[in-house]
């Protein structure tokens, strides 16, 4: 790609997303204000909401952060319906619902004309086909996982959240438009905790993923800074190419 090519292309969103695993707003303000200028978007999970509900989401947006909100709702429709219909007041960019097709028709819905856009959790990573065998299914996850973004995509979500393992995968079945927000990244030598399963940042950009979710490799850091300044750097030059 020529260098006029490259320069005339919109600018490509910041795809790091860090994860406010903290139970206090306290907690997570202490980061937010450590990152600064370095970190835009944040995902709200269900242990800051049940700590800091939806007040917490409104501080940030009002700081001029997104929010992803991550709070995987699966509940009959009329529930999730009004609970999306709240989701999309709090200003968030993200919301997150399980990939069931009754679940993602009342999201839809509840979500209105609102600008929030709905992310489906396919399958969670912690369920190998032995489980889905236990809740009844008779297909492997990899099998579910597929049937899920295509029914996801059909009904108009705009999103998946995936294993960066997945990334590639699922980026062929939703398509070049879809929003693919992958955890469980590590770069190369930091501890990956619990996580079994992971991907450099590079290698799931250049699988398909649009955002990064990074956790403790940032948010349990001695230096925060350093440590996305570190990742920025990992991801310079495969950002513009992809
Ligand atoms: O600290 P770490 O980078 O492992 O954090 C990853 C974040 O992504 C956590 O908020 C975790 O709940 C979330 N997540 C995940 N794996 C999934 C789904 C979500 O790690 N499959």
């Known amino acids: 790609m020529i260098v006029d090519e490259l320069n005339s292309q919109p600018e490509l969103p910041d795809p790091l997303i ?3 695993d903290f139970d206090s707003a306290a907690e997570a303000d202490k980061l937010v ?4 200028d370095a970190g835009g978007f944040y995902k709200v999970g269900m242990e800051l909401f049940a700590a800091a ?3 917490y989401v409104r501080s940030l947006t009002g700081r001029g952060k997104r929010v992803f909100l991550d709070m995987k709702y699966y509940d009959i429709g009329e529930t999730v319906r009004r609970a999306v219909a709240v989701a999309a007041k709090s200003g968030a960019t993200f919301l997150t619902v399980h990939a069931v097709g009754q679940v993602m028709r009342a999201a839809i819905e509840g979500r209105g004309d609102s600008p929030m856009k709905l992310l489906a959790v396919t399958v969670l990573t912690s369920l190998d086909d032995n489980d889905l065998h236990d809740m009844g299914h008779s297909c492997t996850v990899s099998e579910l996982v597929a049937k899920r973004v295509a029914q996801a995509r059909d009904l108009g979500i705009e999103g998946i959240v995936a294993s960066p393992l997945e990334a590639r995968s699922i980026r062929q079945i939703a398509g070049p438009g879809a929003v693919l927000v992958t955890p469980g990244v590590r770069s190369r030598g930091a501890s990956q905790g619990d996580q079994k399963r992971v991907a450099t940042p590079a290698d799931a950009i250049r699988d398909g993923a649009s955002y990064l979710v990074i956790g403790r490799q ?5 230096d925060p800074v350093a440590a996305v300044a570190a990742i920025r750097d990992e991801l310079s030059g495969i950002l513009c190419t992809r």
């Open 53 to 55: 509900g939806p007040d």
């Open 33 to 36: 204000d450590a990152l600064g």
């Open 218 to 222: 940032v948010t349990r850091a001695a």
């Open 18 to 20: 860090f994860a406010l």
